[in-house]
């Protein structure tokens, strides 16, 4: 069968699709791109925000529209909150919540008739990501999270916290790297809560991976800043773990944390902040920030505003406050206005561009490792814009003749300006490096 796999939201949703498609070429059936006819389509959807499940519908009957034979099997975060609702929808064949996504490929055999052919399979080789146009691969160790922040709809989706055990993850990291993949993303929905089930820590995975792996690239997926420990902080200085933090702030205004239930303040964040850009240089840090949650008057935005300007983030994620049937916050007084709280986000993206183009100006004129990924047509006859990562996780793009595309690649790359609009540094490869 021709199988298209498609997904909304986050990380951990994107390494769940990567699995499936493992799972699928291994039974033998065949990848489709988006636009390319097929037979099976399953869908990843996503809840964390309401514009979040607007999409969710708006996708999952756009993908029926465009494949109206073909068998749509619906799971994620959408699906699992409002189940009857996503079966509900037109062509929608199977819903399979959160909890039987591990079996979510043996379900669709049973429920769909969908039969493995192990004749067909494809070879180790050929890499499921590389058919999705994926050179860096999500790994899934955990799922599930402890938290009870008063904004998160996902903890209800999740549910409980489960580790995946370190010899498991361990193993699918070696069968990612032998099939050519530079790159693995530890990504979970609390990925600083792995092991809490199994009696052990994040370090200790981290570690693992360091030692019993030899993939080039080890980064670490979105970490709640009071996670970060003494011994975390030595493993960020191996020279395998990309000097990339992901750690989400939401506000700048403690009493706005407060009302959240974060675990953290303002002046806790600044302080490993610090000792993070301190032990590892050229750190790129960037975060979460939520816009207009209730009770955030015009003076706690301020002090916001005023502490994320204070970090120099490379990049935020802008969320605008949605309230979430089964969350604290939705019950709680003193709604912000849609217009105040576009009106935040906009003044909110304004700096974030500028804090983006000073951190890209530093590194102006600098060489640099880049993994490239896949290029697209650059307008001109046999050249190919292709696009790649730095270590710490700018974005680096290259005009380049398509004979000599750098595609799957680790190579040295000197960078130049930033593009105009600040999504990304110009960038010359100038020598290949050894995988």
Known sequence: MRVNLKTLGCRLNEAELETWARQLQADGHRLAGDGDPADLVIFNSCAVTADAVKKSRYLIRKTHRENPTAKLVVSGCYASLNQQEAAAILGVDLVVANADKPRLVEIVRQ????AAMPAAAQEPGDCALFALGRQRAFVKVQDGCRYRCTFCIVTVARGEERSR??????EEIDSLHGQGILEVVLTGVHLGGWGSDLGLRLEDL???AIRRTAVPRIRIGSLEPWELTDRLFELLAEPRVMPHLHLPLQSGCDATLRRMARRGRSADFAALAERARTVVPDLNLTTDIIVGFPGETEDEWRQSLDFIQSQGFGHVHIFSYSPRAGTK?????DPVAEAVKKARARQLQLLVRKQRLKLL???GGRTTE?????GEPAGQPLRRRYFGYTPNYLKVSAILDEAAGPTGRIVSTRLGDPAADGEWLEGQPVAMSAD
């Open 111 to 114: 429920r769909l008739d969908v």
């Open 165 to 170: 055990p370190i010899d498991e993850i361990v």
């Open 206 to 208: 981290l570690e693992a």
């Open 329 to 333: 916050a939705a019950t709680l007084p």
């Open 361 to 363: 100006r530093s590194f």
């Open 370 to 374: 880049v993994l490239w990924e896949a």
